[in-house]
């Protein structure tokens, strides 16, 4: 299975901060998000992983990509475990690179792979999204989708007021947290939202999702949805939500961004500065 990162909006969200640095290259403890993203990924058995960006975000493809001469500046000074630390970046795993021309939304971003994933199942992660848990959420969904063998994703219980950030989902409980998918909507107004399961950044797809994908025109907010491509393939086939239960950091959002910092410090080297921190409070 391969996997797709989009990682080509704006971050209008959280600017001034996202104008020059891309949102996935904020750092999260001691590493950018978009390497939490890739870990994720590679630690679900992924190692073959397309990144959708922009021209804008050439930070993005530097961070992956071996920079000789900073290797050999490293290798020249001593400094091993640092040159060992950026190797293991180079190394994690096949990663391609395809430019999104225009910021069309996230279901043209996802068309975008479509050369590169063929026709096999494959595993989308939201760039800007981190999620936690074990077994982490990506790998739950293809422990889902063997057993399924249909197109799956995870879903959380949001607040009435959150509905217009998120594709909201309804269906039937099939088991214990699964639900088998009746309707979708992207950001509906809380009174229309037919449930208030949102959908969190992470799925596994059919390739059945590229034809249902061409079909969709712009959407909410003028954008292509992947939300509209994965309705169509609730009405015309078989799709599954899965309630995660692990925890999710939105890295759009200025809250989150610095909530997943404090958080994933705990188990960081970082946890005494995070403890004094806290004493003082
Ligand atoms: C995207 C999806 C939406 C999902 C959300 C999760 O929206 O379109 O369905 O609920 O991610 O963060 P975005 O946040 O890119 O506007």
């Not at 910021?103 to 050369?115: N, R, S």
């Not at 797809?205 to 969709?216: G, I």
Request: with cysteine.
């Amino acid at each position: 299975m391969k996997a797709v990162i989009p990682a080509a909006g704006f971050g209008t969200r959280f600017l001034p901060l996202t104008k020059a640095q891309p949102k996935e290259m904020l750092p999260v403890v001691n590493k950018p998000t978009i390497q939490w993203v890739v870990e994720e990924a590679v630690d679900a058995g992924i190692t073959d992983i397309a990144i959708i960006t922009g021209k804008h975000k050439q930070a993005i493809e530097n961070h992956f990509r071996p920079t000789k001469k900073l290797e050999q500046a490293l290798e020249k000074a001593g400094k091993l475990s640092e040159l060992e630390e950026i190797r293991k970046v180079n190394n994690l795993a096949n990663i391609e690179f395809i430019i999104q021309e225009e910021q069309k939304g996230l279901g043209h971003a996802i068309l975008c792979a479509e050369d590169f994933v063929g026709d096999n199942p494959f595993a989308v992660l939201l760039g800007d999204t981190i999620c936690t848990g074990n077994p982490n959420c990506t790998r739950g969904l293809v422990n889902m989708f063997k057993e399924r063998n249909s197109s799956v994703f995870s879903v959380e219980h949001i607040k009435p007021e959150e509905t217009t950030r998120y594709g909201i989902v309804s269906g039937k409980e099939v088991a214990e947290g699964v639900m088998l998918v009746e309707d979708l909507i992207e950001k509906p107004e809380p009174e229309e939202a037919p449930s208030l399961l949102g959908i969190q950044g992470r799925y596994v797809f059919t390739p059945e999702l590229f034809e249902y994908q061409r079909k969709v025109r712009s959407g909410a907010g003028g954008e292509v949805q992947l939300t509209d491509a994965m309705r169509y393939l609730a009405k015309n086939d078989k799709i599954f939500s899965w309630r995660f239960d692990g925890k999710r950091y939105d890295i759009g959002t200025m809250k989150d961004w610095f909530q997943s910092h404090l958080e994933l410090s705990i188990e960081s080297e970082f946890s005494s500065v995070l403890e004094g921190v806290l004493k003082k409070l």
